[in-house]
């Protein structure tokens, strides 16, 4: 098993619903931006959003076209991220995958939607939306 694990992928109709969650093996609370990527075959990958906890605070960012249907959060005690997508559409299909890197409380998650920012990575979860 690596440092990040998704799990979550499944099959849905169009207008469902999936949560993904990653589960990291390390303390990522204060120390890592956490973010959730997708990609399709000969596609590049994409930035979904990525977030940053630190004191009572947490920095998340969303990419617009998933803005009002996915939200992401964190549970700092169980070091997971989580990905929460609603109103699915055939267009989400991809594979999910989970990154991470350290950062500080000044960095955060600055440059998240660049792949290359990341230096952890999941092995990534299928997510089918089809009728």
């Known amino acids: 098993q690596g440092l990040l694990e998704e799990s979550g992928g499944d099959s849905v109709q169009p207008g469902g619903s999936l949560r993904l969650s990653c589960k990291a093996s390390i303390d990522i609370y204060n120390s890592y931006c956490m973010a959730w990527f997708r990609q399709n075959p000969g596609q590049e990958r994409e930035g979904i959003g990525s977030?940053?906890?630190?004191?009572?605070?947490?920095?998340?960012y969303l990419a617009d076209s998933v803005k009002g249907r996915f939200t992401i959060s964190l549970d700092n005690d169980e070091n997971k991220a989580f990905l929460q997508m609603n109103s699915l559409k055939p267009e989400d299909s991809a594979v999910y995958y989970c990154?991470?890197?350290?950062?500080?409380?000044?960095?955060?998650?600055?440059?998240?939607?660049?792949?290359?920012?990341?230096?952890?990575w999941g092995h990534g979860t299928q997510v089918t939306v089809s009728s």
């Open positions: 977030i940053y906890s630190s004191g009572a605070h947490k920095y998340f």
């Open positions: 990154a991470a890197v350290r950062t500080t409380p000044t960095e955060r998650c600055r440059g998240w939607s660049s792949p290359e920012r990341f230096a952890l």
